[in-house]
């Protein structure tokens, strides 16, 4: 079993976390992230279905869609873990699909559905991951992820015997590792309890606010979203139905949350269909809208 690293600066508080800014090069003002009509077929289905959306740097969108509407079909596609029927992913100004090793090392995700080598301790695991991206201050660096995520308890544990929560935060420490400028999410917090999903919203606003990174979320989180997302993109069998800010979203379907305008999307009720807003509600949504 790998040694816990030896912490390098003093503790600071749970929410200080980002480090230092990397030496990176910047994307030169184009879309962190842009698809173009990226389609997925498996056989005679259809789970992606001309999709086209971008991400600015600094912006974090969310990819909102029932169960099956292509979610992580769409993200996979975006890191190269599928290949695309049809379409185009370009990330930080790079086609994914020529020259996808030029832009690796900046981009990182977290899912539930990649699981880290059950065998490796997180001490070890992290360890792994962190020479992969050639972190050039490794030992500082996991210690300063074990600290923020709160690893420290279970650094020297077997990543299979990890409880699903702590899965989640393990996950999360990979895919912070490098810094990443785009960081992919997919359901980042659905295995937390509702005090660590806080404090891990409050911490990625904080690193997006740091980095200027790109987020792209996919959650089944409404409440989430509402906090953490600038733009909204909502999938439906494999479709983009909507785009639009989470303010516009309500205005347009005359809600007062993302859960009620979700509900009318999946079910396909649009906002002629339903009753008008209570006056309030105009009230309530001014404002924020782009
Ligand atoms: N390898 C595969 N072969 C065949 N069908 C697949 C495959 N992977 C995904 N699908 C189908 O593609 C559709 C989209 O799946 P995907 O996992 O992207 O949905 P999702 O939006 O992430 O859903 P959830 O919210 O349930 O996680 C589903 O109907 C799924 O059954």
Redesign the pocket.
């Known amino acids: 079993m790998q040694a816990r690293p030896a912490r390098l600066w003093p503790r600071r508080g749970r929410h200080a976390i980002c480090g230092r800014v990397s030496q990176q090069p910047p994307s030169g003002g184009a879309p962190a992230i842009e698809i173009h009509e990226l389609t997925k077929r498996?056989?005679d289905?259809t789970?992606v279905d001309r999709l086209s959306f971008s991400v600015a740097p600094g912006e974090t969108v969310a990819l909102l869609?029932?169960?099956?509407?292509?979610?992580?079909?769409?993200i996979s596609m975006l890191l190269g873990l599928l290949l695309p029927s049809g379409g185009s992913v370009r990330m930080l100004g790079c086609d994914m699909a020529r020259h996808p090793h030029r832009v690796l090392h900046r981009i990182n995700f977290s899912s539930p559905y990649v699981d880290l080598p059950r065998r490796l301790t997180v001490g070890q695991n992290l360890g792994f991951f962190a020479r992969l991206y050639g972190i050039p201050d490794r030992r500082a660096r996991l210690d300063e992820l074990a600290h923020a995520l709160d690893l420290e308890g279970i650094w020297n544990k077997r990543t299979g015997r990890l409880s699903a929560g702590q899965k989640t935060r393990v996950s999360l420490a990979k895919a912070l590792i490098n810094r990443p400028e785009v960081l992919l999410l997919d359901e980042p917090t659905a295995s937390l309890d509702p005090d660590t999903a806080d404090w891990l919203r409050s911490y990625l606003e904080r690193y997006q606010a740091e980095r200027h990174a790109a987020i792209l979320l996919?959650s089944?989180n409404m409440a989430e979203v509402e906090r953490l997302c600038d733009r909204v993109v909502m999938?439906k069998a494999?479709r983009l139905v909507d785009e639009a800010t989470p303010a516009a979203l309500l205005r347009k379907y005359g809600r007062t949350n993302l859960e009620e305008v979700f509900l009318d999307i999946a079910r396909d009720r649009r906002s002629e269909h339903l009753p008008a807003p209570p006056a309030e509600h105009s009230h309530h949504t001014e404002g924020g809208e782009l």
Do not use: E, V
């Open positions: 498996f056989g289905f789970a869609g029932g169960n099956g509407a292509g979610k992580t079909t769409t996919a089944h999938l494999g």
